[in-house]
């Protein structure tokens, strides 16, 4: 298998609040909610850096389409670290998901890597990492 990630999707209860969270709260770009017409279908996608997509479709969607019972989400199965260039940085991405109604689970601290980071949860308890790691600097802009 060649790493070929190109979309990463978030099951979420109410795809109208998350849409409204990730890009009202956030400023994710994104052109809404897409595929109403079709059952099922709905779904918004937001883009991130190095092209990769952010989707969020209903839960109860996956469910159907996996085949899957539906099943609770878990804050802690999985993170999505969000790398910054600063350190500053972490603390105003914090703010501005609080700002947005995110749960602030940790506030930034420095990390026993030497980098500093905090974590918050999205409405549906999606685990975010926002992290300043002088070792793995993302790109400049």
């Known amino acids: 298998m060649k790493a070929r990630v190109s979309v990463l999707t978030l099951g979420v209860s109410d795809l109208q609040k998350s849409v409204s969270f990730y890009r009202d709260g956030l400023g994710l770009p994104t052109e809404g909610i897409i595929g109403q017409e079709f059952e099922h279908g709905a779904v918004a996608f937001f883009d991130l850096a190095g092209g990769l997509k952010l989707a969020v479709w209903s839960q109860r969607d996956i469910a159907h389409d996996t085949g899957l019972p539906l099943q609770p989400p878990s804050s802690t199965s999985f993170t999505i670290a969000h790398n910054v260039t600063t350190m500053k940085e972490v603390d105003e991405v914090m703010d501005t998901a609080e700002r947005a109604g995110a749960e602030i689970v940790k506030s930034p601290v420095s990390t026993f890597y030497g980098g500093y980071a905090g974590y918050f949860r999205d409405p549906d308890g999606h685990l975010w990492d926002v992290v ?8 400049a802009d």
Do not use: A, F, I, T
């Open 132 to 139: 300043w790691n002088p070792h793995l600097l993302p790109p």
